[in-house]
């Protein structure tokens, strides 16, 4: 691709100041700290456009860029020393140390996982030898934006790693304007979602924290609630990882306005996938099953599984390959326990605290807790919520 004409783009943070004494016969000036303004341009590679956005990519991608020097005269303005480079949103792939002798530089940037209108910054922050004695001017400029698609929840979850994501502390938006992002569970502390144009397993599903419950349909002022099987149009947030589980907090969401639909059944985990962290980290936020769970006998008072037990409210379940999971009590607090019931099935939505995965159950029919499941265990079984 032919090198694109440079574009000057320049912000500044810093400038030096000037004090007049006012009144006064003696002028004090302070020394201006140059440069004033730093201008940076892609140079060379594609940029895309808001119309006709690159694919976003977790692979690492290069632009050449162009960085000027200026003092406040908008004159160019030589140094030695470094500047730092930044990408937002994104991850910098290379040293964010680059070195500069003159007034103007070109050098590669190698980032990944822009979205949106990504940009390029440099910064005059100093030196990387704090002891250089180069005084940083502050002064900061953007390039024009590199254009990327906004992720999927598929795109932003996968990666090699389970403890963490491809924008984990950024902020993040999630691509549901053209997707079927559907709200799957509804918490007292927020809801999970999973987008159902890709297929099971495929890092698709996310917990959404709100701190308190999920807003529901507001009669005052028209908009839409958060009930399972509704559509979402916006979301962003926070990225963290919490526990080893990714969620987004401080959220921001818009509900469609077509119906709910109604889900489909959870996910059966395959055999193989358990014990295997980077296969479980697929279903992760989603709603799975499995259909040959036991507590195992070996889960009894005394056992440090009983006193977590007690402690958290998290118990064993074995499958018949011999992996071990674990289940959420507390939607179900009228079951306890028992080493040897043979619950069958067992669904709800999976979690990780680090390398400890948990199902997290909605009701009581997630324990298979009907009159053909463990006797004794409950009267009667609560109604799960659906909307007005």
């Not at 397993?201 to 349909?217: K, L, V």
């Not at 008072?301 to 074995?318: F, M």
């Not at 909605?362 to 006797?375: E, F, I, K």
């Amino acid at each position: 691709m032919s090198p694109q004409p440079p574009r000057r783009v320049g912000v500044v943070i810093g400038l030096g100041l000037s004090l007049v004494a006012t009144g006064c016969t003696n002028t004090t000036t302070r020394d201006r700290v140059e440069p004033t303004f730093i201008m940076v341009s892609v140079l060379d590679g594609e940029v895309g456009s808001a119309e006709a956005p690159l694919p976003f990519s977790s692979e690492p991608t290069t632009r050449r860029m162009r960085v000027e020097l200026l003092d406040i005269q908008q004159q160019p303005w030589t140094m030695t020393g470094d500047l730092t480079v930044e990408i937002k949103p994104g991850n910098l792939t290379v040293s964010p140390w680059v070195p500069i002798d003159g007034s103007t530089l070109e050098a590669d940037v190698t980032f990944k996982n822009g979205f949106g209108p990504t940009r390029v910054w440099f910064s005059d922050l100093g030196d990387k030898d704090i002891d250089s004695g180069r005084k940083a001017s502050f002064a900061t400029g953007v390039s024009e934006p590199i254009w990327f698609t906004i992720p999927t929840l598929s795109e932003l979850n996968r990666t090699d790693d389970h403890e963490t994501n491809q924008l984990a502390q950024q902020f993040t938006e999630v691509r549901c304007l053209d997707r079927e992002v559907r709200v799957t569970t509804v918490g007292t502390d927020g809801f999970w979602v999973t987008d159902m144009a890709d297929p099971e397993g495929s890092y698709n599903s996310m917990f959404i924290y709100t701190f308190n419950r999920p807003d529901e349909d507001s009669a005052e002022t028209g908009k839409r609630g958060i009930y399972v099987g509704r559509r979402l149009t916006l979301l962003t947030g926070s990225n963290q990882e919490y526990l080893a589980t990714t969620q987004l907090s401080f959220p921001t969401y818009e509900v469609s306005d077509e119906a709910e639909i109604t889900m489909p059944d959870p996910a059966l985990l395959p055999s193989a996938a358990c014990g295997d962290n980077d296969a479980l980290e697929g279903f992760e936020g989603g709603l799975v099953r499995v259909e040959d769970a036991t507590v195992p006998t070996s889960f009894k008072s005394g056992t440090e599984e009983y006193d977590d037990y007690l402690a958290y409210g998290q118990w064993p379940i074995t499958l018949s390959t011999g992996c071990t999971l674990y289940v959420e009590s507390g939607a179900v607090p009228e079951y306890t326990p028992r080493g040897g019931d043979a619950l069958g099935l067992v669904q709800g939505t999976l979690s990780e605290v680090w390398g400890k995965w948990i199902i997290q159950p909605r009701d009581a029919t997630d324990l298979n807790l009907t009159p053909s499941g463990p006797p004794g265990r409950l009267s009667r079984l609560p109604a799960r919520p659906k909307s007005p």
